[in-house]
Nanobody
Framework: VQLVESGGGLVQAGGSLRLSCVAS????????MAWYRQAPGKQREWVAR???????KYQESVKGRFTISRDNAKNTVYLQMNSLQFEDTAVYYC???????????WGQGTQVTVSS
């Protein structure tokens, strides 16, 4: 499975962006689809997860601002990001996680830059 992200860009603080992640194959059988991010000089960190059963989980710092969703018919995962902050600046990666907490597939990443 190949994952291709899009939707990144430059936005002012307080603004919104929607990231998309299109898979080359069906995501219906991929139980855990997630978004990660990596800021300059920092380690990659988990941001949000959407399960095939419909549950969602978020990193504390993005709760109430970010929404993850998946459209299995379109093999696409989204990350709606509202009220963006300077600290959200990072490369955002789409990922298909496995049941052991690891990642089976990574996308190439899309840059999100929030200007203060």
């Amino acid at each position: 499975v190949q994952l291709v992200e899009s939707g990144g860009g430059l936005v002012q603080a307080g603004g919104s962006l929607r990231l998309s992640c299109v898979a080359s194959g069906s995501i219906a059988r991929l139980n855990f689809m997630a978004w990660y991010r990596q800021a300059p000089g920092k380690q990659r960190e988990w941001v949000a997860r959407a399960t095939s059963g419909g549950s969602e989980k978020y990193q504390e710092s993005v709760k109430g601002r970010f929404t993850i969703s998946r459209d299995n018919a379109k093999n696409t995962v989204y990350l709606q990001m509202n009220s963006l902050q300077f600290e959200d600046t990072a490369v955002y990666y789409c990922a298909a996680e496995n049941m052991f907490g690891g990642v089976n597939y990574w996308g190439q990443g899309t840059q999100v830059t929030v200007s203060s």
